[in-house]
């Protein structure tokens, strides 16, 4: 089956740029989307289309993409965007979705 | 507003059957996919399948086609996720959230609070 591969985790300081990637053979076909999820909470979306951001998300996540691997960017990382992160996209047909493993940024 | 609203917590034991429900409201429940996420404890989102409530088309991951039962009574405006059998190894949060499918685009847009299921004898 389709899988869409993350680092388990990413440890940043406060200010500094948090980089994410997400990679996946079906990348340059579909699009990508990333989630945030903090503990105890339902995921929230936080880019759509590899790097739209929808209303309400913050200017500092930006997503992009090139080839088999797309990457979400934090810049100016919060102590408050700490969180698990995950990609999710569609396999070749586009009929069935697939999440990535998750990734934890720490802000250290 | 969008809104998905999911039924309580569940405490069964093996062996016994559960169905779980996702009440949408503020928008045409008729004419959005509806999907299921499941999140083992400690783990990732799982992306169970998706049901189009307006004719019931439904699609699974390989992963849980055959172990779950996912329906809709569109005259509540209600998406279901079911089992026949529970195992321990169901315990998870599930998550109904609406699909989106427009313009090649395919993601979850609106979430539901998320249903935990604790399956234990």
């Known amino acids: 089956s389709y899988e869409l591969t993350q680092p388990p985790s990413v440890s940043v300081s406060p200010g500094q740029t948090a980089r994410i990637t997400c990679s996946g053979d079906?990348?340059?076909?579909?699009?990508a989307y990333w989630y945030q999820q903090k503990p105890g909470q339902a995921p929230v979306l936080v880019i759509y289309?590899?790097?739209e951001r929808p209303s309400g998300i913050p200017e500092r996540f930006s997503g992009s993409s090139s080839g088999t691997t797309v990457t979400l960017t934090i810049s100016g990382v919060q102590a408050e965007d700490e969180a698990d992160y995950y990609c999710?996209?569609?396999?070749?047909?586009?009929?069935?979705?697939?999440f990535g493993g998750g990734t934890k940024l720490t802000v250290l | 507003e969008v809104q998905l609203v999911q039924s309580g917590a569940e405490v069964k034991k093996p062996g016994e059957s559960l169905k779980i429900s996702c009440k949408g409201s503020?928008?045409?429940?008729?004419?959005?996919?509806i999907g299921w996420v499941r999140q083992m404890p400690g783990k990732g989102l799982e992306w169970m399948g998706i049901i189009y409530p307006g004719d019931s088309d439904t699609r699974y991951s390989p992963s849980f086609q055959g172990q779950v039962s996912i329906s809709a009574d569109k005259s509540i405006s209600t998406a279901y996720l079911q089992w026949s059998s529970l195992k321990a190894s169901d315990t998870a949060m599930y998550y109904c959230?609406?699909?989106?499918?427009?313009?090649?685009?395919?993601?979850?847009?609106?979430w539901g609070q998320g249903t935990l299921v604790t399956v234990s004898s």
């Open positions: 079906a990348l340059p076909k579909q699009y």
């Open positions: 999710q996209s569609a396999d070749s047909s586009g009929t069935m979705g697939v």
């Open positions: 959230a609406r699909w989106v499918t427009a313009r090649g685009e395919v993601y979850f847009q609106h």
């Open positions: 289309k590899d790097s």
């Open positions: 503020g928008y045409s429940f008729t004419r959005y996919w």
